[in-house]
């Protein structure tokens, strides 16, 4: 007969709910650093070994590609399998993969292709752990603590957004790529063996039947007739993938373009003042607690998008008004203020809104619906890029980013008149 434990030695639903906040944390750390720093140094190498930049353009694309191809297979097995299953399973997938082609290494030389097969590889099954773990967020926590982990998520996303590409450059030049590989293989492993730990039925709440299995067709179908029949969720995924393209329109190609070829400021103010965009987006998601008390989900995208539209059209102010810019360093605290604040508008918009997502959409459906979202926001972040490529050498340089700024600002004016009404989530109660 078991012998009770005292009641001082039983952990409580806080505790657990922490040490959940603290595995899901550590574990998406070293997963999206991993992959990050293997993408950024194996671009770096192929690189180095070819001298292509079609080579190191192709290994770019592999990053992406299979997110674009598997976002809605993901979807499927998020809703259909046992998501702890699917988080700890990819990660150990990972790990074993890089120990493998570590000692491939030692027999054979690293050539591009394997390279190719291994960061295809590799992204794919960080595609399939990204949307399980996505969907099953509010399985981690309570309501209330919601954004909390949604802003955690964002923080570390956008940490390895600065730091991978430094690390990533540190392996590269100091260490064997052999080397890099195998301590990449363990650091998976070790995420596997912390998510092992994490509570995935802690809120019964968020808790769904699995429906019965069908075709998988079908079931990305089930998926697909749920999103468009939730007018809710078409204005929230509308508003996430119309920012997103005029971000990319006024920002992603423009602002590299102003730096580096009008104002000279060269490569290395450059990556300064594009790490103050992921700064600002940790500090949106440490503020975003007590921005978004008592407001309704509206207000918050107004005020945002209003931010985020003003910032893009300030980033030409340096253009028309070159001589109150003295100096490089002017115009580097300049841009670092403006990305800043571009950064945590970003974080404003993004968090409150998966947030809301997450908690609306029935768990049986949520990968699936949550997927199909990030497709469609993945496939119109390229049409901006090229769109924005094939105007930035035939037009003056200020006008992408005051034609994506004033486009911006009149779209959000347009949508609280029109649809105001259909917004009007509380956000205080998730605080």
Known sequence: MLTELPKS????????????????????????????????????FVLQLTGSGL??????????LPRLIFNPLAGVLADRFNRKVLVVLTDFLNAFFL???????????????????STFTITTLTTIFDISFVAAVPNLVSKRKLLQINSLSKVIDSAAAIISPMIGGFIFALVDIRIFII??????????????????????????????????FKEIKDGVNYFFKQKSFIYIFTILITTNFFTALAISVPLPFIVNNVLQLGFRYFGIIQGSFSVGMIMGAFLI?????GLTLLNLLLVSNLLLGFCMISSVIPLLFLAFFTSKMTLLVYYIIDLVLMGIAISLIDIP????LQKS????????????????????????????GLLINTLPPYVLPVTGGVALIAWIVFFKIRYGDKLLFDLSTNN
């Open 353 to 356: 809104l998966i947030s809301m």
């Open 99 to 117: 120990i493998a082609l570590y000692f491939y290494t030692r027999q054979y030389d690293l050539s591009v292709y394997v390279i190719y097969i």
């Open 9 to 44: 030695r039983v952990p409580t639903r806080e505790k657990r709910e922490l040490l959940n906040l603290i595995l899901f944390g550590s574990g998406i750390t070293i997963s999206l650093f991993g992959t990050f720093i293997y993408g950024f140094a194996m671009g770096l």
């Open 183 to 216: 301590i990449n293989g363990l650091s998976f492993l070790i995420s596997a063996l912390l998510e092992l730990f994490i509570d995935f039925n802690y809120n019964s709440e968020q808790r769904g039947n699995r429906n019965k299995r069908q075709h998988i």
């Open 361 to 388: 959409i029935p768990d049986s459906l949520r990968g699936r619906v949550l997927s199909i979202g990030f497709s469609l926001g993945k496939v119109i972040m390229p049409v901006a890029l090229i769109l924005a």
């Open 55 to 64: 080579s190191f353009a192709t290994t770019l694309v592999l990053n992406v």
């Open 289 to 293: 607690k007590q921005v978004t008390r």
